[in-house]
């Protein structure tokens, strides 16, 4: 492709972002990809070794066929690049009967018709000796569930993107992206250059590169509330920390025995964990609940407080592990009001379509959500059901409709 223009740019290559560029490269598209670092990195929220699919979608269960579309193009990833990407293990969902968690999904099981069923203590105990159940809670068990390996995703979508043809610049940082009249304009720079060099004049400033396309799909991540000219709605980003505690016993917590799980009780944010993927550490962490931050601000740091409310969830859900994480990492939210994507248009920028606001729980998606991305790219629509993701919706509307 050179340095000529292309029918779409990629910015921003994470989860959504590599998906989009694989996809619309599938479609025979000139795509071109850029991102400040050098992905699969761990600067957002695309990395930490395993993220959760459910099927049994107690967000709402317009969510489920979106759900069986990813599953889909997750197994086609593996064939077109023989990587090891989704491991179905089933999930536990546990909750008392009538909580948002397990209400929720279990009202999108039974209008879906996926294969589920509620469990006491004692059957869940034989099932599933490494979970604890709380006094008042029930389990809610889904086949259709399992984990995704994040890093790995992001690589093989890059990689197979490349073979199809797409041209993909890392370390390259986007400063805008500008309606021109026949698309869009796409202003780059090398990441190693300082912002400021943006002020200056003379060769600093020749540094900046303007590529033209005739549609640009904006997913910065965690950078996205700062991102210029796209109009974007409210979002703020917010710090999650993650750990991993050693097993004493890791056939209990192998994949083939030991489902992805999920809590949430009458207070307090909701839990999740999932099997052992190196035969010695279970990895679990807290949904919501953490510090409002920026992409380029936040503190990376584990310390006490981090590490105090990963013991007391090992404490408290968890059987058979030791209760001091033997290491943790900080990850990023990128959150909407409602806690519904950003699918669509950029309200502020012509020509620019917006993937974001993904909330802690999108990942999954990423795969229908980046063909979604090269539906509207190419075509301008797109069949699959995405007016809960409207770019431009009001909060209180949405709220009505969809929660």
């Not at 223009?5 to 959504?16: E, H, P």
């Not at 699969?40 to 489920?64: I, Q, W």
């Not at 969902?93 to 999904?105: I, K, Q």
């Not at 004049?201 to 509330?225: D, F, K, N, Q, Y």
Request: glycine residues 12%.
């Amino acid at each position: 492709m050179g340095e000529g223009a292309a029918d779409v740019a990629v910015v921003g290559l994470g989860a959504m972002g590599s998906m989009a560029l694989w996809r619309l490269a599938a479609r025979g598209a000139r795509v071109i990809g850029y991102d400040r670092f050098s992905p699969p990195h761990d600067r957002g929220a695309t990395h930490g070794e395993s993220r959760m699919l459910r099927s049994a979608y107690h967000e709402g269960a317009f969510y489920v066929p979106l759900v069986g579309e990813a599953i889909d193009l997750w197994r086609q990833l593996e064939l077109e690049t023989r990587a090891e990407l989704l491991t179905l293990t089933g999930a536990q969902l546990l909750g008392p009967p009538d909580g948002e968690l397990v209400a929720g999904a279990l009202a999108s099981a039974r209008e879906h018709r996926l294969e589920h069923r509620l469990l006491d203590e004692p059957e869940l105990r034989r099932r599933q000796p490494g979970l604890r159940l709380g006094p008042d809670d029930v389990a809610l068990w889904e086949a259709r569930a399992g984990l995704l390996r994040p890093e790995a995703c992001v690589a093989a979508a890059l990689a197979r993107a490349g073979e199809l043809g797409a041209e993909v610049h890392r370390n390259t940082t986007v400063v805008g992206v500008s309606p021109d009249g026949e698309g869009v304009v796409v202003h780059s720079r090398p990441s190693a250059q300082p912002a400021a060099a943006l002020r200056a004049t003379g060769e600093a400033a020749s540094r900046v590169t303007a590529r033209h396309a005739r549609r640009a799909v904006v997913s910065v991540g965690p950078w996205l509330p700062q991102f210029p000219g796209l109009g974007t709605p409210p979002l703020w980003v917010e710090r999650q920390v993650m750990g991993w505690f050693a097993v004493d016993d890791p056939a209990t917590f192998a994949p083939e025995r030991f489902c992805v799980w999920a809590h949430q009780g009458t207070s307090g944010p909701l839990t999740y964990g999932f099997p052992t993927l190196d035969g010695a550490t279970v990895k679990a962490g807290v949904h919501h609940g953490g510090q409002a931050t920026t992409a380029d601000t936040v503190d990376r740091t584990v310390g006490e407080a981090d590490l105090a409310a990963l013991r007391a969830l090992a404490m408290t859900r968890l059987r058979g592990v030791r209760p001091e994480p033997v290491r943790a990492r900080v990850c990023l939210y990128t959150n909407t009001t409602d806690e519904h994507f950003l699918v669509g248009p950029a309200p502020g920028c012509d020509g620019a379509i917006l993937l974001g606001g993904f909330s802690g729980h999108g990942f999954k998606f990423a795969s229908v959500i980046g063909d979604i991305a090269a539906d509207l790219a190419l075509t301008g629509s797109t069949l699959r059901q995405i007016a809960a993701f409207a770019t431009n919706r009001s909060d209180v509307a949405v709220r009505g409709e969809f929660r």
